[in-house]
């Protein structure tokens, strides 16, 4: 119904068109309270969604990562998005151990910006606890340059990650390891094949949030093998196991390191 009269104004005609008026604005009460009762029944089957990938079974996972929908990750900064086959698997996780891997395209006095090989923007954040490393050997800052090939190692909040080591050309082959990589694309539905060895008691969700050297190590090892997005967390499985979640890319979005840390495989 179109009420052109607001609450409080004098109205005039007739009686009945008084009521009419009087009517039209009670209904309009009760559609914006029916529509406030349809959000709140469909916020938590949003964050059922995100369970699926995105939470953790130990408490440490639960207070230091916090998932977004695969929505939120779709229109997210940098350019990357969801998608893939698996449920909720691309939910980002804040202020976890993580790092990503490419060409630098800028750089200013306290951050760079980084270009995965398979498209999409990570912002760099330096700080003065940054550790630089060429190759082998100890470095510094100077070292990064637009066009260098450097892997970042740090805390990883989406797309931005506060370094804690740069190492410039590091021992990694972008070419070989992203052609493991299916990119990704607006529409394009991912794989959801598996290669490799899976944990056998491996469910989305498990794991002990990890962070220090082995999130470090477990973090070098998945980026060597599948080279294109962002490693927003390392998760610890029961068998020492390790599980490094990947954004950015249709596919792998799960890829499993062993306590050794060699990459064992992968999947959506």
Not at 125 to 139: D, H, P
Not at 233 to 257: A, C, K, M, T
Request: with cysteine.
């Amino acid at each position: 119904m179109n009420d052109q009269s607001e609450p409080g104004s004098r109205e005039a005609g007739t009686p009945s068109e008084r009521q009419l008026a009087g009517s039209g604005r009670r209904w309009k009460v009760m559609r914006r309270r029916g529509l406030g009762a349809a959000v709140g029944l469909v916020i938590p089957v949003v964050g059922l969604g995100v369970a699926a990938c995105g939470s953790s079974s130990s408490t440490q996972a639960a207070t230091t990562a916090t998932a977004t929908t695969p929505a939120a990750a779709a229109s997210g900064a940098g350019g990357f998005a969801g998608g893939g086959a698996g449920g909720g698997s691309n939910a980002r996780s804040t202020n976890a151990a993580g790092g990503s891997v490419g060409t630098v395209s800028a750089v200013s006095s306290t951050s760079f910006t980084l270009s995965p090989p398979k498209g999409g923007t990570v912002t760099v954040k330096e700080t003065s606890s940054t550790v630089y490393e060429q190759g082998t050997q100890k470095a510094t800052k100077t070292a990064v340059t637009k066009g260098a090939e450097v892997l970042v190692v740090g805390k990883v909040n989406s797309t931005t990650i506060t370094a804690s080591q740069v190492i410039v050309s590091p021992s990694i082959n972008l070419k070989t390891a992203s052609a493991n990589v299916i990119g990704f694309q607006e529409g394009t539905q991912g794989s959801s094949k598996s290669v490799g060895q899976i944990p056998k008691d491996y469910t989305q969700g498990s794991g002990t949030l990890v962070s220090g050297t082995d999130a470090t190590k477990a973090t070098e090892a998945a980026l060597a093998v599948y080279a294109g997005g962002v490693v927003d967390r390392v998760v610890q499985l029961s068998n020492g196991d390790y599980e490094v979640h990947h954004i950015g890319v249709n596919w792998p979005h799960h890829i499993f390191v062993n306590k050794d840390f060699k990459v064992i495989g992968a999947n959506d």
